[in-house]
């Protein structure tokens, strides 16, 4: 069980500096860190400022140049390099967590919209404490009983019943050696009972892989269809550059937008961490003989052919009303609030939202996995949705039993904080 942080703390003196610096060595040796040197360096950096009073200095552009070793005048928008490196240690602290949660009594968070860490304590769990109190005085009644005499108390046996123990100063009677045995085996039973539950517990598949099941089970490698170039939405050149800043122009050395190598990363990670090999082409040279008979990712939507081909015919699809894209809900056609209004500026936008589905394609006889957004804040928010375990738990976990065995369809939503894609929440999905 992991017990919610719910106090807010600020250390005040040299011992409280040192506690937060042992918790900080403890995240950044763990396996989520140590194979990196940026997310290390950059979570030691705020950590030790913020420690040092120095925490009104913690911007992008000075986090860019001091730990990075950007020029003064770089730009953070073409190099969003910080903005990176905070979110994948955002997911990184929360991993850790999920997993040591019950050995931490102090926290260390950095809150999505800045780059100043955030120090909490980890209340005690009740059930936890409670049973470290009850073992205490069970361990302390039976020195208490040798103290005083039997008649003391009230109670007389016969001198067969009694048991004396030599040098302890007094007596252990029959009644009691039988009531501390099943005292004993109770415990036993209960500590084989949890040991049981935990074994029961690692053997059975995460919610992520039950998400992926159906994909990793297929032979062979999974291929990747990464969408490419201009996402098509506007045929003006002056309306298309409204989205240029999201949607970096086609070229011979500028394939794919970093959102979308984001995403890539992400879900590639899955495959890497089941010894899954895999394939990565881009949409545009992706033919349907690619992908027929084998498990295919698609990533992006309007920058990508073949997400807007197959999910044409699904009950949660995109539409483009002249300057309004949003994704159509076919069981609700009155819902309109999925929508991104390219009237204005993309970078603009608080909301994104994108599809998460995998199901069987008729078109190409396979498992399809696809991971498309309006924007390219959707999409990264959707890999998250589709490939960071503590967000596949917080979407999967409300589906209606079985799902893990169907189609399935989702529409996720996604907060643009800062320029970052906040994390998915789910806003609609279907089974069949």
């Known amino acids: 069980m992991i017990i919610e942080p719910t106090t807010r703390w600020l250390p005040q003196n040299a011992a409280d500096r040192e506690m937060v610096r042992h918790e900080m060595n403890a995240i950044i040796s763990s396996h989520h860190f140590r194979n990196s040197k940026r997310y290390p360096a950059l979570l030691k950096y705020v950590v030790d400022k913020t420690l040092d009073g120095c925490a009104d200095q913690l911007k992008e552009r000075t986090l860019g140049i001091e730990v990075f070793d950007r020029p003064p005048d770089y730009d953070t928008n073409a190099d969003p390099v910080v903005r990176f490196t905070a979110g994948e240690i955002r997911k990184r602290i929360a991993q850790y967590y999920h997993e040591n949660g019950k050995c931490s009594r102090l926290q ?42 039997d008649i003391q108390q009230g109670r007389v046996h016969s001198s067969a019943d009694d ?18 045995g099943r005292r004993a085996a109770m415990l036993l039973t209960a500590v084989a009972c949890v040991g049981l539950y935990i074994a029961h517990r690692a053997t059975q598949p995460t919610l992520s892989e039950k998400m992926w099941g159906p994909l990793l089970k297929e032979p062979g490698s999974i291929l990747f269809v990464v969408g490419n170039g201009p996402r098509g939405l506007f045929s003006s050149t002056s309306q298309s550059e409204q989205v240029n800043a999201a949607n970096p122009p086609h070229g011979a050395y500028n394939h794919i937008s970093f959102n979308e190598a984001v995403s890539l990363s992400r879900l590639a990670d899955v495959l890497v961490k089941h010894s899954k ?12 003989q690619d992908m027929r008979d084998r498990p295919v990712v698609l990533i992006g939507a309007y920058n990508n052919n073949w997400t807007m081909r197959l999910t044409a015919a699904m009950r949660f699809h995109f539409e483009k009303d002249n300057l309004i894209v949003r994704i159509v809900d076919a069981g609700d056609p009155s819902n309109r609030d999925w929508a991104v209004d390219y009237t204005k500026p993309y970078s603009a936008a608080l909301y994104d939202y994108a599809i ?29 949705a589709a490939a960071t375990p503590q967000a596949v738990d917080n979407l999967l976990a409300g589906l209606p039993a ?11 939503k996604t907060a643009i904080i800062n320029g970052e894609a906040g994390p998915p929440t789910l806003v609609g999905s279907t089974t069949w």
């Open 108 to 149: 260390i968070d950095l809150p999505l919209g800045c780059y100043v860490p955030e120090f909490t304590f980890r209340p005690v769990d009740p059930a936890e404490a409670y049973g470290e109190e009850k073992v205490a005085l069970e361990l302390s009644e039976p020195q208490s009983l040798t103290g005083t005499s």
């Open 356 to 384: 998460v589905a995998r199901y069987v394609d008729p078109t190409t006889s396979g498992e399809i996995l696809i991971v498309a957004g309006i924007g390219a804040y959707g999409t990264e928010a959707a890999s998250g």
């Open 402 to 412: 079985g799902w893990e065995s169907k189609n399935l369809e989702m529409v996720v």
């Open 277 to 288: 090999p895999y394939q990565v082409k881009e949409a545009d040279l992706a033919t349907l």
């Open 163 to 180: 048991l004396h123990m030599p040098g302890a100063g007094g007596k252990l009677t029959r009644h009691r050696i039988i009531k501390y």
